[in-house]
């Protein structure tokens, strides 16, 4: 999550674009490793900024979002307002994101917005409350709504790898609660018992208030001989 106080446009473009690509956490929308997402229409310039703007671009998508969100386009509701987000940071625009984001099932990406204009909107600088207020109640809702996941690391394994989509997850998330978006997680793991190489494969379909605990049953490679994963 960003520290609200501290965003400028490059840090957001950074941002936007690390989280852009696929995660752990990606939910019902599948990137690609490495791929990141991109508004359909790019500002070419040109376009003077309505009362109370800086950036004729941050206007430009922010225009974008809002007619997407119309339509229900939640996907590009939400990259229209990221670029836009990008350009010119305005709290009523990550509302929007927030918004689109929790529609199209990006709760993971809604949490974290929601959580920074529940911090900002309601500073001096902006004077949002509602707003901020708003944020609050929307993040209180998705905490508990948000699906979780726990990998039980099985006893005396060594060299343990786990992946989630593909996506490596690091070893001090291993046995702690993650949080992802609703949708279906392949869960993978590859490890030594004893120095013997054995593998684990799993697909877990998760919704909300959802809560799943994985067992990491690691068991010979290439074989799914029950009466062989027993004897070892």
């Known amino acids: 999550t960003l520290f609200g106080e501290y965003i400028t446009p490059e840090i957001q473009k950074a941002f936007n674009d690390a989280r852009s690509v696929a995660s752990a956490s990606t939910g019902s929308v599948e990137v690609k490793p490495g791929q990141q997402r991109k508004p359909k229409k790019e500002y070419t310039g040109g376009l003077k900024p309505a009362r109370g703007w800086k950036s004729g671009e941050a206007f430009f998508y922010f225009r974008e979002a809002l ?7 939640w996907l590009d509701c939400t990259d229209y307002a990221q670029a836009s987000l990008a350009a010119e940071n305005r709290p009523t625009t990550r509302m929007l994101a927030a918004a689109c984001e929790e529609k199209a099932g990006l709760w993971i990406e809604a949490y974290a917005d929601y959580k920074i204009v529940a911090e900002t909107a309601g500073t001096r600088k902006y004077g949002l409350y509602d707003v901020a ?7 209180k809702e998705l905490r508990e709504k948000i699906p979780k996941i726990v990998l039980r690391k099985p006893a005396k394994a060594t060299d343990l790898q786990v992946k989630m989509n593909d996506s490596l997850i690091p070893e001090n998330k291993i046995g702690g609660e993650i949080w992802v978006n609703p949708g279906q997680r392949v869960i993978e793991a590859t490890g030594k018992i004893e120095g013997v190489d054995l593998e684990f494969e799993q697909v877990v379909d998760i919704t909300e208030y959802e809560s799943v605990t994985v067992d990491l049953q690691l068991g010979p490679k290439a074989s799914k001989d029950l009466a062989l994963m027993k004897c070892l």
């Open 67 to 73: 007619a997407s969100e119309q339509s229900r386009d």
């Open 133 to 139: 207020n708003k944020a609050k109640a929307r993040m």
